[in-house]
């Protein structure tokens, strides 16, 4: 659970106990004077669906906007017949009441609010309460994958007033409720840390005004153990059984020659499917990561194995002088490239 008030504001980047982290831009310091102030709440429900693939994931929360409307306050009061309202009713009061309004920043598909409800406090304050779910691009960029971190962000956006007449001020955050038996992270990730800031978005339609932006941000990790089990161990398995399929069936038996070519031809299938289905678990990135390092790699041993084994099957039936020398360099060969190019690949994605 991270807690903060606005109290705090005013810090740059310090981590204060039992609180999240807090950012505030220069800029968005400037509105703060003169501006309405809605207190904005936060809980965040799930975060799933993290597709790295797709680029995408899912997030469900809840926030709540609070704010004064001293102008109109015993008007107010009258037109409440119930404390909290809901339905087509919100949706009436909301037009004949000043009210902030926000947008999902950057959402791939549009939010789909679950459900909403506008309260008024015995102290006249309003609270508009809305949970919803959308689905938010995340920054795949990770050389080190499975290895490394995700930012995931939600960012809410001020949409029909600028940062002028109305700033948003964070001061309650939470990672999923205390009696919340489910996990808020779906899936084979962690939680590592997470941090709130707040900043001026500027838009196109206008060219003098600017909207007051909340972000919400969680840097998550993938489980070793789970990069262990699906990629590692049988991208591993299948080096190995090439590997070792040449070093220990010589083909200069004839018996060995057909096991050996056609055990490298179905290994080299086998790794081609095993790419295949972990399509899904491989982030789409425009650089060459340590998985797509493995893979070349498992495909370029696989490859030079089953293409050394057919040289060594023709020279053998041919009876040629050196053929046994040469098959005992080309197996120690493979074995030591293999070797050399793992170490080149960790040593290319930690530089």
């Known amino acids: 659970m991270c807690l903060f008030s606005s109290n705090v504001m005013a810090s740059s980047d310090t981590s204060h106990s039992g609180k999240v982290k807090y950012k505030e831009t220069q800029e968005a310091l400037k509105f703060d004077k003169g501006a309405k102030h809605v207190e ?25 906007l609070k704010w004064r409307n001293e102008s109109d306050l015993q008007n107010l009061k009258k037109q409440f017949s119930e404390h909290t309202i809901t339905g087509h009713k919100l949706d009436k009061m909301l037009d004949k009441l000043w009210h902030p309004e926000f947008v999902v920043k950057s959402e791939t598909v549009r939010r789909e609010t679950l459900f909403r409800t506008l309260h008024l406090n015995p102290d006249g304050s309003l ?23 995700l930012k995931l ?52 339609s206008s060219t003098d005004q600017v909207y007051s932006q909340n972000g919400f941000h969680f840097i998550v990790e993938h489980e070793f153990l789970d990069s262990l089990q699906k990629i590692f161990f049988p991208i591993g398995c299948i080096i190995l059984i090439s590997l070792f399929l040449n070093l220990f069936s010589s083909m200069r038996f004839k018996d060995n020659i057909s096991m050996r070519i056609f055990g490298q031809l179905y290994l080299l299938l086998t790794f081609f499917a095993l790419k ?25 041993v696989i ?24 098959e005992i360099l080309l197996d120690k060969s493979a074995s030591g490239l293999t070797i050399v190019a793992l170490f080149a690949s960790i040593i290319y994605v930690l530089s």
């Open 40 to 64: 904005v709440f936060t809980v965040i429900d799930r975060i799933y669906n993290i597709d790295i693939s797709a680029g995408t994931f899912m997030i469900e929360a809840e926030i709540l």
């Open 153 to 204: 962000n939600l960012d809410i956006v001020a949409f029909t007033h600028d940062a002028k007449e109305m700033t948003f001020d964070p001061v309650y955050f939470e990672i999923g409720h205390k009696e919340q038996e489910e996990p808020v992270l779906v899936g084979n990730w962690k939680i590592l840390d997470s941090f709130v800031d707040k900043k001026i978005s500027h838009r196109l």
């Open 303 to 326: 490859v030079l194995n089953l293409f050394s084994s057919i040289i060594l099957s023709e020279r053998y039936l041919e009876e040629k002088a050196g053929t046994r020398r040469l």
């Open 276 to 300: 295949f289905t972990l399509a899904d678990e491989i982030p789409t990135t425009h650089y060459i990561n340590l998985v797509d390092l493995l893979f070349i790699i498992g495909t370029a």
């Open 127 to 149: 609270e508009l309460f809305e949970k919803f779910e959308t689905t938010l691009p995340v920054n795949t960029e990770i050389r080190q994958y499975p290895f490394g971190t």
